[in-house]
């Protein structure tokens, strides 16, 4: 039986749609749902200041309204390609009474993830949050088709990216500050045809556990969130019309999270109201599923 819930949010089968990579959400049919309208804010992030890597879409977008929505100041990055959706994530915090600085950029360069920090603090004047959140993923079927670019691609942007801007901010981070990484069901169960996203993703979730044994002593706290399938561009710029069609069905609850369905568990680690006890956790959100396999 269909629920009040499952009637807010499309199920498939999806429209067919194909986009190149990195991929707009602008184009996306139907558009995935981002601003939280049902959520209830609390303050919890007042006089913070969060760094959001890939802010501009998906689940990095629903994340920073959030955050702004709890009262933080965002600085996001994105591509320069994906300039539409950075505008409109722009828009949505600015709507909201938020304050918001956006930086275009590749996170594969160390010199860049700097020039974000220093951004931030040039801006506000602190940093509290990191959320290494920007990914790229490229589907191929066999180890025989993943090229070596690729690899190194995937793996400059979904860990070296991540290792690059933690340790970009650590000097700026104090005590009570977050890290919050975005991990993947790919990272626990595998894929087939994800072989180096799937491998950086299991690195992510090994980099969580160890980067909070690190930084304990120093009241840092560092965790993940592991997603199943979420509606956000990065899936329609990696597969063809007809996969797309049934993205997110193979769940128990036959549909893909959207992004206002993930960014609450970012805002519950960012929070040190609500998670001051907790580092080195991984949290799977996975539409039904209570295993990772």
Known sequence: METTQDMKYPTPPL????????????????????????????????NKVAIITGGDSGIGRSVAVLFAKEGAKIVFTYLDD???????????IESLGGEVVCIAGDLKDYTFCESVVKKAMDSFGQIDILVNNAAFQ????????????????????????????????????????????TGSITGMDGSKELLDYSATKGAIHAFTKSLAQNLVDRRIRVNCVAPGPVWTPLNPADSDAETVKNFGASTPYK?????????????????????SYVTGEIISLLGGNTTAS
């Open 15 to 46: 429209p067919p749609q194909h986009q190149s990579k990195p991929g707009i959400e602008a184009k996306l049919n139907p558009r995935p749902l981002y601003m939280g309208d049902t959520y209830k804010a609390a303050g919890k992030l007042e």
């Open 82 to 92: 994906e300039q539409e959706d950075a505008d409109e994530t722009v828009e949505a």
């Open 138 to 181: 490229n589907h191929v079927e066999s180890l025989t088709d993943l090229s070596i670019e690729q690899w190194d691609k995937t793996f400059k942007t979904n860990i070296y990216g991540y290792f690059y801007m933690a340790k970009a901010v650590l000097p700026h981070l104090r005590d009570g500050a977050a890290i919050i990484n």
């Open 255 to 275: 549909r893909p999270a959207q992004p206002e369905e993930i960014a609450p568990a970012y805002v519950y680690f960012a929070s040190n109201a609500d998670s």
